[in-house]
């Protein structure tokens, strides 16, 4: 199995990440950003997004990284990662396409211009714009997980997948964070999981 995308990208990790926690052997090729050849025809040809990441396993090529640990998941992780339950596997779909449409913009607003960009470069409207909405946004996840110790459900799963990796930034960076208490215990509990910290909890840039 090969994963492609450099290791720093969100959705990057998510996949590394899943694919830890179901101790799978993943060959990693760094790809995009500094590493570039996004454009290359080889791989254009297994993503036309020209996007990471994308995935080979044996003749399946996969891209978006939700469908990606969608199918990590199914394959290899029915029952853990992956809710053989259909009610219990949609609260968890629920969350990886609630972090991934609802939350993602302001949190690219937030997380691009804090940190890619220099003081002189960013565009703090955004920034700030990004900050607020992320704050709001996050009050919803915090709700459930006062019910719930993971987003989906009693135990941990792909559900917690993508809000986890956006997660790190947003608990590491020392902006005013409002007191979401649910939702920094569930981040606790994320950062004991050593295929968290090895794959998620990396240098933020
Ligand atoms: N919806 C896609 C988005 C993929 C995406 O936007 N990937 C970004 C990195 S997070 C990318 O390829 N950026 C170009 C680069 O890193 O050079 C997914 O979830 O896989």
């Known amino acids: ?47 036309p997004n020209g996007l990471i990441p994308c995935l080979q396993d044996g003749d399946l090529v996969l891209w978006e990284s939700n469908a990606i640990v969608r199918y990590l998941g199914a394959q290899y992780g029915a029952g853990r990662v992956y809710a053989s339950d259909p009610k219990r596997r949609a609260g968890a779909d629920k969350w990886m396409d609630w972090a991934s449409t609802t939350l993602v913009g302001a949190y690219k607003d937030w997380f691009i211009n804090r940190v890619r960009k ?67 215990a569930w981040y606790h509990r994320l950062a004991e999981r050593p295929a968290y910290r090895h794959r998620v909890m990396i240098e933020i840039s």
């Open 1 to 47: 199995m090969k994963v492609w995308g450099r290791a720093d990208s969100t959705n990057v990790k998510k996949v590394l990440w899943c694919a830890d926690e179901l101790g799978l052997d993943v060959e990693h090729q760094p790809l995009g950003g500094r590493y570039g050849g996004l454009d290359e025809p080889v791989y254009r040809e297994m993503n």
């Open 118 to 184: 220099t003081p002189e470069t960013r565009d703090s409207a955004a920034m700030e714009r990004g900050l607020r909405v992320l704050r709001e946004q996050l009050a919803v996840a915090d709700l459930a997980l006062a019910r719930q110790p993971y987003l989906s459900g009693d135990d941990f799963g792909m559900g917690d997948i993508p809000l986890g990796c956006l997660s790190y930034p947003w608990f590491e960076l020392d902006d005013q964070r409002p007191d979401l208490p649910h939702l920094e």
